[in-house]
């Protein structure tokens, strides 16, 4: 990475606070927490990169737990209920079943810097069997949720995500530890990515259109 886009981070992680103080104490409290966790994860002082389950922590909540939470704030609540939180828990896990994948082709790379990450530390086999069951659950807390408010957009999220798992995880068992996968690993994160927000521009589709009507018979027929 060039040097530049270290100072640009930090430029733009200054405004968005600068932004989020109109929003309130509660949503400026979170995003504070995540641009913590984010110095603690690559700072060469802290650097919780380099350590298996602080990266995982670090990720995990900055940019998983933390943006639902600052999603939900962001559209006008005040107060967070348990479910939300559990919804928050389901993204956790399952963006955290993708990360180790990403530091499959870079394991020679971190080896020579001294970082010990999850997969310098476990390998590929474990990096396979934690995207299995971080996955499984994070899908689960999702659409267990989902199913809570809107039982027919629960359903269809648990059985595309669970179509989508089954697909990326032929990917994964053809990886290899070369720095040659790098385009194969940035293929599943993008294409997972974009299948999460074409189902939540589905949605908001059916959420605001005519399909809403029929949306909430079926909803209602299937309770």
């Known amino acids: 990475m060039a040097r530049w886009m270290w100072g640009a981070s930090l430029i733009i992680q200054m405004v968005g606070i600068l932004l989020a103080i109109p929003l309130g104490r509660q949503y400026l409290v979170v995003y504070a927490l995540s641009m913590l966790l984010f110095w603690m994860y690559s700072s060469p002082w802290v650097r919780w990169k380099g350590r298996p389950i602080k990266s995982l922590i670090a990720i995990g909540i900055s940019t998983g737990f933390d943006s639902v939470l600052l999603g939900y704030l962001a559209a006008g609540n005040h107060s967070i209920p348990v479910p939300i939180f559990i919804a928050a828990l389901g993204v956790t896990f399952l963006l955290l079943s993708l990360y180790p994948i990403s530091q499959i082709y870079q394991r020679d790379e971190d ?46 999220f648990g059985i595309v995500g669970l179509a989508i798992g089954i697909i990326i995880r032929s990917f994964i068992k053809t990886l290899t530890t070369g720095s040659d996968d790098y385009s194969k690993i940035m293929r599943i ?35």
């Open 189 to 223: 994160k993008y294409g997972t990515s974009l299948a999460f927000v074409f189902f939540l521009l589905f949605g908001l589709i059916i959420k605001h259109s005519a399909l809403s009507g029929i949306s909430s018979v079926v909803n209602l027929l299937l309770k």
């Open 111 to 156: 080896s020579r810097r001294g970082d010990q990450t999850f997969a310098v530390q476990y390998g590929f086999s474990i990096v396979f069997h934690f995207f299995e069951v971080a996955y499984l659950i994070g899908l689960i807390l999702i659409s267990s949720i989902i199913i809570y408010y809107h039982t027919l957009m629960g359903l269809l």
